[in-house]
């Protein structure tokens, strides 16, 4: 047995650590949320200010969500940042939405180091204007030795591109003699998505009130539980949070097979 006083400091957080992971399952934290952060234009409107204002002040909500997921022993945060389609709003708006992720990335990127996360990025690199791809990589690069919380990025983000481009892998792999048709099963696609190294989401969580996907994470929500919040991403909190998490953990997910209470039922008979 060893005393806590006979440990080098590094193993006694190590200790808390694994206390709080174990406490973290026995509290049913999903391992995977998914943000889709949304309500920043209505946030700003509703206030009589512009758009921009929105935008920025969801970037404050962003660290908020980003902190209290490492407190709530989150494994993987993916926060929905800009999809393919936001390409097609005003230049002016498009241009703001860049400007405020590369300040983000600048800003925050020592603190996320410092808080052991590990960022990666989903999404097309190829058509990206190259000091933001630049920017990207080196988050990616700077932070990948960390072993805490995962935030993965979905910038220039489409998950219908995302499986096409899927596609095209596997139909190039056939070509080459490479692969075999009979070879290629879910197992086979889920490899050559973006997200080939990440679990699943467990929980989506959309704000803004609105009830959609909207092109994010189409094959990989397949079993994903949501909360729709009637709230704007620019007010999420810890309790908004917190409270989303609650939720997901009184649902009974069944996977297509007999639910807990179901099962409950068939050994008590
Ligand atoms: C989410 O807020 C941010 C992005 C999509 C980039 P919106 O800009 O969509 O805000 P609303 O939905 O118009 O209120
Ligand atoms: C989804 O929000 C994309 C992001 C949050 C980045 P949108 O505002 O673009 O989605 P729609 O247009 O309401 O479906
Ligand atoms: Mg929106």
Redesign the pocket.
Known sequence: MIWVGEMADGDVLDLIGAANDAAAVLRRVPRHVAL????N?RWASKRGLPRFEGHRRGVEALRRAVRAAIELRIEYLTV????V??WSRPREEVQGLLGLLHRFIRKDLAELDANNVRVQVIGARSDLPSDVADLLLEAERDTKENTGLTLVV?FN?GARQEIAAAARALAQEVLEGRLSLSEIDAGAIASRLHTADIPDPDLIIRT?G?Q?L???LLWQAAYAEFVFLPIN?PDFDKAAFEAAISDYSNRDRRFGQLGSVACNAKTAS
Do not use: H, L, V
């Open positions: 889709i952060m949304d309500g234009g929905y940042s800009f999809s389609e936001n979905a983000y803004s609105e959609r909207s092109n994010f991403w």
